[in-house]
């Protein structure tokens, strides 16, 4: 007989919980900023930026909100050793993990079924990070590991320049978020793919392999190219669909053989019928910006006299917000640093709930 093993992250002090009690926000009505009264519908009046601890300030947070929070991002000090103006990025590695774990614990229980929480981080704490979460949300519930290409150049200062950070993705129940989880509208480049060499007459297209891989037995048919060449699956592969639905595919047109009528065939996707595209674990920073960018748009606003030292750029919030919400939804940042979660979500028409210590 086998004995399985149940492992988990351990370190000095896990054992030691805060004992936090129910705490009470207290609104300052000098600082607050909205119209008298609802102009629309669809004003929001009940967005929240909340200045103190972030560890109470969730605990506060949870009679009203558990359950109800669509995305989570957070930012949080990365612990690399060095001390920035606006939090400590220096502490002890087991204190970091206390610091994360308790507020990683509140966080779970403010999300909803179909929520989501993303945690920029590099390489320095990531991996222990992802064990961490897998703790608190369940391993099955992780969705992703995003590499943000965060640079424009390499640090010629270091051995191996960082160019990137993570995005670790993890859901309140995987089940459900899968099938929440928007889709991309695709870039202008990425339509420019779309040609129409045979004059299609429903448009530029794409076309892909129409083998995949795996054996079906219903789909190991033989193929015949309008110039008369055969084709049978790859070894491994096997056809994409079952031969009467290739059939049908075939007689709309829908089936590519090259110019010459006598290559692999390949299915069309056209343009009209394409709503957007999946998000994949490459963000190159093309798409949706880097620190230099990020550090621009701190200086346009605040001056570059006491801007935050590591903001992130509008439009990384702006595809993490698209992806994990719609209108209307809470979206909460507990290290909210600059206000740029809050800023875009306000744009996007989402609700939202910052936590900061100024």
Known sequence: MIKKQKLELTWIGKENRPKLEPRILLEDPEKSNHAKHRMTDKDIFDNRLIFGDNLLALKA???????????????????????????EDGMEHS???????????????????????????????????????????????????????????????????PGHDHVLVFSKNIQIFKYKLNILEQSEDQRSRYKNPDNDPNGPWISADFMAKGFRPNQMYEIVTPSGKKYVPRTGSCWRNIEPVYKRLLAEGRIWFGKDGGSVPRKKTYLSESEGIAAWTWWPNSEVGHNQEAKKECNALFGTADTFETPKPERLLKRIVHLSTNPGDIVLDSFAGSGTTGAVAHKMGRRWIMVELG
Not at 103 to 124: A, K, M, Y
């Open 95 to 161: 204190l970091w993990l206390s610091l994360m774990r308790d507020r990683l614990v509140l966080l779970r229980n403010l999300l909803s079924d179909e929520g989501s929480l993303w945690i920029t981080i590099d390489d320095n704490e990531c991996h222990y990070l992802k064990v961490l979460c897998d703790e608190i949300f369940g391993r099955v519930n992780f969705v992703a590991n995003v590499v943000w290409q965060k640079r424009i150049q390499p640090d010629m200062r270091a051995t191996i320049g």
């Open 61 to 87: 947070l949870e009679q009203e909100f558990s359950g109800k929070v669509k995305c989570i991002f957070i930012d949080p000090p990365y612990n690399t050793g060095s001390a920035f103006e606006h939090y």
